[in-house]
């Protein structure tokens, strides 16, 4: 499958928001630049790796299903 060069530029902006998205929330999450080689997917890898994981506290109600619905816990 060949895709046109239309679908390939808009392809090629989908991935440069997400670098773009990705290196804002670095910036806000560690206060530094990211390392400017990498790209949007490196950056949301590093993230994740990096931030430890919440707790979360399931909320019990009558017309919820118990999976649909968590809050971080309350410290």
Do not use: C
Request: proline share 8%; net charge positive.
């Amino acid at each position: 499958m060949q895709l046109n060069p239309e679908a390939l530029a808009r392809m090629d902006g989908r991935k440069e928001r997400i670098a773009r998205e990705a290196a804002a929330l670095w910036r806000e999450v560690f206060g530094q630049t990211p390392d400017p080689a990498a790209d949007g997917s490196d950056l949301l890898d590093a993230l994740m790796q990096r931030l430890e994981p919440k707790h979360y506290e399931r909320l019990n109600r009558p017309h919820l299903r118990d999976a649909e619905l968590v809050f971080p816990r309350r410290r």
